[in-house]
């Protein structure tokens, strides 16, 4: 048995999250699902990212403490989480006591193995509101594209990185007076130290998907920077070096510490406050990263220099699973235009296990994603509810209306089964093979391509016109096809578990599910079929159009929790 820590991206709590958000969250639900269906030992941790700039900013701007805006959000998403079916072992947050407190000891450490120095930098400062301006508390023209309204860390035009002194015409966004060049004293993390290491650890890791590979060497041969520590702003982590007082640590570099401080903190809930060792500080543990594509150097090259650094011989990220962009009908997600779809209005629309089918069937592995809700439709109608749910409900219902509900008899030496058993067999393999390279969009496409099997070979049999001259000829195909759906309901399981749970509950007889049984004929003739329904209704794109624009006309657009 391994030891796993199983990492999403930390989702940004300045706004509620919407479907790109969540699509890492979820992906790493699916795959912890299936680490413990494969009897591994898991640990599922994420948390919300509170702290930073752009929060400040919010806050400053709704007239509210930064801490108040955070508070609501991270309800919400623990109520979202709960809604949507993902179960985290310690989903916490970055204003966390043990979070803090792990930051800033991580921090002196580093500093005293001599990966932190100090420098004095010149940066826009605000008169009028007695502040520096960094990150978000600074707009103006980009100098790349020149684009107004860039933001003192990126431009959204160009999508360039950007840095305060950068901007043309700079401005406050609390009075927009500009400002003038002051001086102030900050603390880097001296990563070009750690090059040669990081170079060496990127290229023999085999499992590093090949897009990120190439990202993050790139990233080395053009020589990595010193990355900034240290903010002038209050809202964060107290900076813990001598002369530091009044700055706090980057967001960026404190909550790629979040997956070991998590860990630690759900081991502190345990009872057993050194147990987050063994999954972080042993050579056979793994932990593995779903993030989006713009977080890949913070965990391939930011996250493996700072565990390095302390020298305590920290798990380094074994895999990073990074997926591309959401776009929702062509355009880019914007609360502000009312463009996209945020989770919240999400589960209004439809249940949880609609969403999670069509995020992970449509999750962008390779390319960007255009979201449409005539997309989402043809995914529930034609593969959900036509295969997947038509294929459950047949069976069952047949067996229950022509069987007296008790599993028949059927033979799995015959001959003519040979092909249908040989694809059942061969079933939780495929699904596996995707899953163990962190193609989970192809793994659940392996799931439905089995279900479409059982409804080829029902299509085949046709045990309704069979029954009336051979019951046992209809007897056997329909016991095949339990065997299939048992299956499936064990395969299933990481993607949509609460479909699963219902067609194992309809098996009666069925034993928690375990992914050593599946491909297997387990289920015994005589076993009764339970009370069924369908498991899924048909979905309108323009019905789901006319909904979100009522759920959003009926509240407030920053409604939160």
Same mark, same amino acid.
């Given at each position: 048995m391994g030891r796993w820590v199983v990492c999403a991206g930390w989702p940004y709590v300045n706004d509620r999250p919407h479907l790109g958000t969540f699509t890492q969250l979820l992906s790493a639900d699916v795959y912890a699902r299936y680490l413990r269906l494969k009897g591994e030992d898991v640990v599922l941790v994420s948390g919300s990212d509170e702290h930073g700039a752009p929060i400040e900013v919010e806050a400053l701007r709704r007239g509210i403490p930064p801490k108040e805006l955070t508070n609501r959000n991270h309800r919400l998403? +623990?109520?979202?989480?709960? /809604?949507?079916?993902?179960?985290?072992?310690?989903?916490?947050?970055?204003e966390s006591p043990v979070h803090r407190k792990f930051v800033r000891g991580f921090y002196r450490e580093v500093e005293r193995k001599g990966f932190v120095y100090s420098r004095t930098l010149t940066l826009p400062y605000c008169i009028r509101d007695k502040r520096f301006l960094p990150d978000r508390f600074v707009e103006?023209?980009?100098?790349?594209?020149? /684009?107004s309204g860039a933001r003192g860390d990126q431009c959204d035009n160009?999508?360039?990185v950007l840095d305060p002194t950068d901007l043309i015409k700079p401005y406050c966004v609390l009075c927009h007076d500009t400002p003038v060049p002051r001086e102030s004293k900050h603390w880097f993390f001296d990563l070009p130290k750690l090059s040669n290491h990081l170079k060496e650890y990127i290229q023999r890791n085999?499992?590093?998907?090949?897009?990120?590979?190439?990202?993050?060497?790139? &990233?080395i041969k053009e020589g990595l920077k010193p990355r900034s520590l240290t903010r002038d702003i209050s809202w964060g982590i107290p900076a813990p070096f001598a002369g530091a007082e009044g700055k706090t640590i980057y967001v960026w570099m404190e909550a790629v510490l979040g997956y070991v401080s998590a860990t630690k903190e759900w081991a502190e809930k345990r009872r057993r406050p050194n147990l987050w060792r063994k999954y972080w500080q042993q050579e056979t543990s793994k932990n593995v990263h779903f993030i989006g594509k713009d977080n890949i150097p913070f965990h391939t090259i930011i996250l493996p220099g700072l565990l390095e650094s302390t020298g305590d011989h920290y798990s380094l990220p074994w895999q990073v699973s990074s997926t591309e962009y959401i776009q929702f009908e062509g355009q880019k997600f914007s609360k502000s235009r009312r463009i996209g779809i945020y989770l919240d209005e999400a589960i209004e629309l439809e249940g949880a296990e609609y969403w999670r089918y069509a995020l992970i069937s449509l999750r962008p592995e390779a390319k960007d994603l255009n979201f449409t809700w005539e997309e989402f439709e043809r995914k529930i109608n034609t593969e959900l509810n036509d295969v997947l749910g038509n294929f459950a409900h047949r069976t069952l219902s047949f067996v229950r209306t022509h069987f007296k509900a008790r599993v028949p008899q059927y033979d799995t030496n015959r001959t003519s089964e040979d092909g249908v058993l040989a694809t059942l067999e061969r079933a939780p393999?495929?699904?596996? @093979?995707?899953?163990?390279?962190?193609?989970? @969009?192809?793994?659940l496409e392996q799931v439905l391509e089995l279900a479409r099997e059982g409804n080829r070979y029902l299509?085949? @049999?046709?045990? &309704?016109?069979?029954? +009336?001259?051979?019951?046992?000829a209809a007897g056997q195909s329909l016991g095949i096809s339990i065997q299939i759906l048992a299956t499936i309901a064990i395969v299933l399981q990481p993607f949509l578990p609460a479909s699963a749970n219902k067609i194992s509950r309809s098996i009666s007889g069925v034993a928690p599910a375990v992914w050593a049984k599946a491909g297997r004929c387990f289920v015994r003739p005589g076993t009764r079929i339970g009370n069924i329904s369908p498991l899924?209704? @048909?979905?309108? /794109?323009?019905?789901l159009r006319t909904r979100i624009e009522e759920i959003r006309?009926?509240?407030?657009?920053?409604?939160?929790a």
């Open positions: 998403i +623990k109520r979202l989480l709960t /809604a949507f079916d993902v179960r985290f072992d310690n989903y916490t947050r970055t103006g023209e980009c100098p790349y594209c020149h /684009a160009c999508g360039r085999p499992n590093f998907p090949e897009n990120a590979r190439n990202f993050s060497l790139a &990233w393999e495929s699904v596996e @093979k995707r899953l163990e390279a962190f193609r989970l @969009k192809e793994g299509n085949q @049999k046709e045990p &309704w016109r069979v029954y +009336k001259t051979d019951q046992r899924f209704h @048909k979905v309108s /794109a323009k019905e006309n009926n509240r407030p657009l920053e409604a939160q």
